[in-house]
């Protein structure tokens, strides 16, 4: 099994700065791509950011150029650094890792992030 920890939500004010982190536990072999996804209040859950065991990455639309995802493997950790912040960023953010065997994909517990206008 595999276990995914996010870390680093918190309210900021518009066009502040957060780092999120994930963290990686358990049977962590064979892990590929690992990604974020967040969920706002009354919309469905979405893409944030994607990025592969070599650092291969993948934004949406809305936070490209704004978020910048990257992964440390060593530490078994995954950053989402977000500047910029807007009030549309309000959202529980979500690791996901990927392992390309079975497939199989894991979530972790979510993290809040408000931006107040």
């Known amino acids: 099994q595999v276990q995914l920890v996010e870390s680093g939500g918190g309210l900021v004010q518009a066009g502040g700065s957060l780092r999120l982190s994930c963290v990686a536990s358990g049977i962590i072999f064979k892990i590929s791509n690992m990604g974020w996804y967040r969920q706002a209040p009354g919309k469905q859950r979405e893409l944030v950011a994607t990025?592969?065991?070599?650092?291969?990455?993948n934004y949406a639309d809305s936070v490209k150029g704004r978020f910048t995802i990257s992964r440390d493997n060593r530490k078994n950790t995954m950053y989402l650094q977000m500047d910029s912040l807007k009030p549309e960023d309000t959202a529980v953010y979500y690791c996901?890792?990927?392992?390309?065997?079975?497939?199989?994909?894991?979530w972790g517990q979510g993290t809040q992030v408000t931006v107040s206008s």
């Open positions: 990025i592969t065991s070599g650092g291969l990455t």
């Open positions: 996901n890792a990927v392992k390309n065997i079975g497939p199989r994909v894991y």
